[in-house]
């Protein structure tokens, strides 16, 4: 989120951010009480949201501080919906629900991850046509890069294959780790490599791959990468790579755009509208992390509707957004 | 309608047009009732029209009157609904509910606007992606130039944004009125400028504009252009710019085709299937006009719906098609 | 069906293709039971198909033979319906049935078109968007070439126009004769000339034009070729042009492209998501055959259904499958 307005539809409804002149984010329902306009199609004025239809301006709290035609009568009902936002880790993080019920504490702690709460964050953006959760299922068992990404990213971990997905809980954070010892890469030296990709609620994924000479501990050489994957509507999704070293976000850019997006896309059109679990799945063992992932999500779900926290919408569509990111 | 066969969706049914050879204007259903292919296909042979695909031929009132393979026979069923039209003011107009309720008499009087009812009229052709009761409100609330127009149509009328759209009525017409008095437009001078926009139901807005020295009576100098809007579907219509003075009927096209329309669209998009009113739109002053219209609308269609005069397909799309428009 | 996996979705199911190592062909649901990918996108290892995804492998009967990945645990549920084939006049026949009910005496006997059960039978693939009985109708009254064909085909049987269609019927199949006699095709020479489409249950018509000075008996030299048609989803086809010589699979291909593929999706759009039967079409003469042809298969519909042999989403579709053809 730099300059100007970024349209961009989360759960399903059209969002808007932007950021006010002392830099805070700011985000809104992406749609002018009057005439429906989308807003983004206005334009920023100071702290402001001006119509690009009309002219009615909001400030970053969705109430309506202008009508500059005519002699300016602003109805009472001319405000639009405004959502809680926090920067943090680099990301912006948006709250959906009540306002009341917005909890910065929420956001995951992600500091191992980044050099700090403000550290600058570099991150690339691809569109995927699939819900978000058979992206995160996708983190959730790496082995599939046996055959996914047999010429691209396979050669790097020839283990792999026959390792086995261990899963381990930290409160509501799921992590799925991937052992491979004394693997020979080639150069004819062996090594122990260690995969693990950690889940914090709800859509963002710590990658994390560490290489040493066999039989040497395991320890801070590790490379980390982060995908955050919100969803857009309930079969497609927004999917970040982050890292904070230089470069890095688009390292495994090109392998995800070119064999796992079309996958995920094709798993999710022969799913139709289907739900997950009506189609019955085979359940393999590596999937263990993955199911436990859905498992953790539903149970969120189901509480946060108990708690009548989420806007029908986001009911509608059956996501967890309690957390949804930018 | 010049020459060949004018295809075009009119309120959800396609609907062909042709001239008859001695000029006058048919149209009818354009579908086969044989195997359904569009009559559009075939061609007109002398006052007729042949499918294409059988060559079943059809009259001007939709009789079958030749089946020219095999032995020639003709069911009794074999006809296709025709539509009573009539060509005034430049336009053809053609009336889709039952034949005997058609009156000429319901065209509205268009004669201010051209300079007789055989006057030769110029029209400019867009496609809009958006139900033809938006495109209408954008008409009866001009005072969006000053935002939507900023760089194009604005600059000529600077008085714009601080002056007040009033309402009037004469019968079912209803006019939007701006008038701009002791305007300095840049170059030194003062002027008076007014802007008329008149709704004749269901479809045309005849747009004025006078301009004069500040302080004369403003009079015969207007600048006439007609607006024809049909809908084609529930979210898109057929805009025909209408002018008899050459060149023009696309004076204003530019803006519109650039601004406009794609504001209608965006708008329409964000307004998906929901209907206008149950979005609760908040009402501004200058949104007078506009909703006296809407008004107006909703009152002829429950009207023709009581007494029955509408099709099954016009009562789905609930809009008024009394006198659709070509 | 050569080399690789052909995807193909059958009447609204997604089914995929390959040979076996000894040549025989295998066709199987096109969806792993795992995770959904389209097993299409993964590849054929010896006789086996295996997903692309997470690499699970299947024989060509459907079940799983191999988890590659991991400790190797195969789940029992594990397999994906396999659909019984037979190669027989040079296409690959389907059974979409239950299994036990397949039966290869049901495929319709082509012998009089092909040199035989094994001969070499080169096809033209053309995708259709209609529904696969317009595609057969189409061919059951052939004196649609007169207007469809104006400029192309109808040249060369100038006594179409005038001619009337007989039909016969020798068993369930049924077969629409056109008879011109003593016709002047623009060389001075009078000749016979005679047209048959003859259709065998559910989706080959098999087209024979035969042509002789006038007076003589019509005989062996007919010029045969097969259209053989399966229903794709409720909409729209595979149409394969076959012949056993060279060259001729390509011979009506231009005008069919051109001209009916055309007006065949014409005339669905018209149709909308309508029954045919539903619009009531208006009935001519020469549609006795294809009229035929359309209760005959409603029977067999209604007789498969009452033997409950279908799966559900062949009765979803309403379409006869029992002799799906490729």
Redesign the interface.
């Known amino acids: 989120l730099v300059d100007g307005i970024l349209p961009r539809r989360i759960a399903g409804e059209?969002v808007l951010l932007y950021r006010q002149k002392n830099g805070t984010p700011a985000a809104m329902f992406?749609?002018c009480?009057?005439?429906?306009?989308?807003l983004s199609?206005?334009c920023i004025v100071g702290d402001y949201i001006?119509?690009?239809?009309?002219?009615?301006t909001f400030d970053a709290k969705g109430g309506c501080i202008a009508?500059?035609?005519?002699?300016g009568?602003i109805?009472e009902?001319?405000s639009v919906r405004a959502f809680p936002t926090e920067e943090k880790f680099g990301l912006v993080w948006i709250w959906r629900g009540d306002h009341e019920k917005a909890e910065p504490k929420n956001i995951p702690d992600l500091s191992a991850f980044v050099p700090g709460p403000t550290a600058e964050f570099k991150t690339a953006y691809i569109h995927v046509r699939a819900d978000y959760r058979l992206a995160i299922?996708n983190l959730m068992?790496l082995?599939?890069s046996?055959?996914?990404h047999a010429e691209t990213l396979a050669p790097v971990t020839p283990g792999l294959?026959?390792?086995?997905?261990r899963v381990s809980r930290n409160g509501e954070r799921i992590k799925a780790t991937i052992e491979m010892k004394n693997i020979d890469i080639g150069d004819g030296e062996r090594r122990d490599q260690q995969l693990d990709t950690e889940w914090f609620a709800p859509g963002v994924v710590a990658l994390t791959f560490a290489q040493v000479p066999h039989g040497e501990l395991l320890g801070n050489e590790a490379i980390h990468a982060l995908h955050i994957i919100t969803p857009e509507t309930e079969r497609s999704s927004h999917y970040l790579f982050g890292s904070t070293v230089d470069g890095r976000e688009g390292m495994t850019r090109d392998p995800f755009v070119d064999e796992d997006e079309p996958?995920l896309a094709?798993?999710q059109?022969?799913?139709g509208e289907e739900d997950f679990w009506s189609?019955?799945?085979?359940?393999?063992?590596?999937d263990a992390a993955a199911i436990q992932v859905r498992r953790q999500l539903e149970k969120m779900i189901r509480n946060e509707q108990a708690s009548q926290s989420l806007v029908a919408s986001a009911r509608l569509l059956n996501v967890i957004n309690q957390r949804s990111i930018e």
């Open positions: 059209p992406d749609r009480p009057h005439r429906f306009a989308p199609r206005g001006r119509c690009g239809y009309h002219g009615l009508n500059p035609l005519g002699e009568y109805p009902t001319a299922d068992d082995s599939h046996v055959f996914l294959r026959d390792a086995v997905v996958m094709a798993c059109e022969r799913m189609l019955r799945p085979v359940i393999l063992p590596n």
